[in-house]
């Protein structure tokens, strides 16, 4: 079976020639590591990965979660996959030596984690659900919470999630209808439904501990009006023993398409009026604590994303070099050998796509998450305040690109293989399903779209967007000093000129008020605006490229690197200015559009 976690050398280049991995060892926080470090922990990861988690990715996608007696039963295989994850440490990767962490940087951590999303996106979840609860609590929650919840949560025997989603309400969080009544103690009464809850219950912990959005007596209407809460699916004791069963209730699991190994639950809570929860932060603050780790979430499904469809890229390179299929235009001879699919030029641009989506994804991916080790260890405080802002613009890209994109791959990938592709005896198939959630999950494309176009670009003053045209811009000047890279430098260039004049126009319309014209193609602008920082990122990797190429090193890798950026850059990006002129023009083709119409 072909290898499709992740290619080490790409992995390599990306850490220590792109994004120069080492030079956080120079910080105080990362000094105890080294690339020796680094890459023990990334070796132990992949095999972890290898052994536990992808066996039975098939086997939890074929025997999806059961609902029994009220309760969700797992196939065996996720337990111990989990537990070899828990006790290899990777649960607490980024946290302090002394509370018994990695201490690692970010940027290692995400790499490491991203094995395990290779492997098995279905079992992945359940940790990466339970760092996103423990990250809010701990940065959120009072002294007591910390020592009833997170401990446990740290120490791998709670797991968390969260619980946004109800019935009639979906992405729209202001007309949640689930309310906590204060029972006159320091705790609250929850009753409410939410569904769409991953690893909303299982038997793989001691207990779950749900981070769950309600709305107070006194909540003002809308997203002001609503609190977080803390909701144990056990009670615990002050003594941090556990208590009796909570009134949380497994009503139903849903059943998907994909991504069928993680427990998507229905919760009812408080059907008996005794749902114990624990406000979290301050009333009516619960949407901007929850934001934390919705954010956090957001760059992990991007990455989740990345790393299904670099599966079925790698599954359908080694397919394309094994498969010999007809003969190429030029040999007329019949009697001659069939040659390998990858010998076809049509083959070789549906190779070429998944390349430019899932490498260009995967840097911007990793670079995301060293601006997060820069939000907290950067030498100073301009230079972390800095990140902040270019992180908080990047992360509905980080988040929707991904999505669109790496699944655009795995149909790439499907195409290769042919009918084989098209059946559950080959992986591909099923790799399209898991990523098929990704566009979804999180915050959809529009949504993400509407949250960049008319929230963060004007954030701060546009401070985002100016250390990104700023980025860009360096960039390009790196570039002009290779002239093998004219030709790619080009493109970027002439795309971020147009989008900076369109983007400054709509942000125009939204300070005016034009509020519904200036969103109303809002993912045409995420498209375009995506495009741009992918094409940046590929030409970052140009960059190092041509060093290495220069410095007489594996030459083979680095005119792939060239390859690829040459397909995204000459290919992909041309076709943004009509979307910019789409923009520019502010057509109303989808807005006017009536329902009596369709």
Known sequence: MPDTLLCPRNLAFELYEVLDAEALTQRPRF??????????????ARSIAEKYFAPHNRKADEHEPRYVDGRAELIEEVKPAVDAFLQAGFLNANRDFDVGGMQLPSLVSQACFAHFQAANAGTTAYPFLTMGAANLIETFGSDDQKRLFLQPMI????FGTMALTEPHAGSSLADIRTRAEPAGDGT?????NKIFISGGDHELSENIVHMVLAK?????????????FIVPKYRVNQDASLGPRNDVVLAGLFHKMGWRGTTSAALNFGDQGQCVGYLVGQPHQGLACMFQMMNEARIGVGMGAVMLGYAGYLYSLEYARQRPQGRT???KDPHSPAVPIIAHSDVKRML????????GAFD?????????DDTHTAPDTTARTQAQQLLDLLTPVVKSWPSAYCLKANELAIQILGGHGYTREYPVEQYYRDNRLNPIHEGTEGIQSLDLLGRKLAQGGGAGLKLLVRSMAGTCERASHHPNLDALRQPLEQLVNRLQGVTLALLGDLAQGKVAGALANSALYLKAFGHCVIGWRWLEQAIHAEVGLLNGNERDFYLGKLQAARYFLTWELPPCHNDLALLQARDDTCLSMQEGWF
Do not use: C, M, W
Not at 352 to 359: C, D
Not at 364 to 372: E, N, Q, S, V
């Open 31 to 44: 000094a105890e590591h080294s690339r020796e470090t680094f890459d023990a922990a990334l070796g132990t």
């Open 155 to 158: 120490e791998g025997r709670y």
């Open 188 to 192: 609250y009464r929850l009753k409410g």
């Open 216 to 228: 107070l007596p006194d909540a003002p209407p809308g997203v002001k009006g609503i609190s977080l």
């Open 329 to 331: 235009p030029d040999n």
């Open 352 to 359: 070429l796509a998944q390349k430019a989506y899932v490498e």
């Open 364 to 372: 911007l991916g990793l670079y995301a998450a060293r601006l997060f």
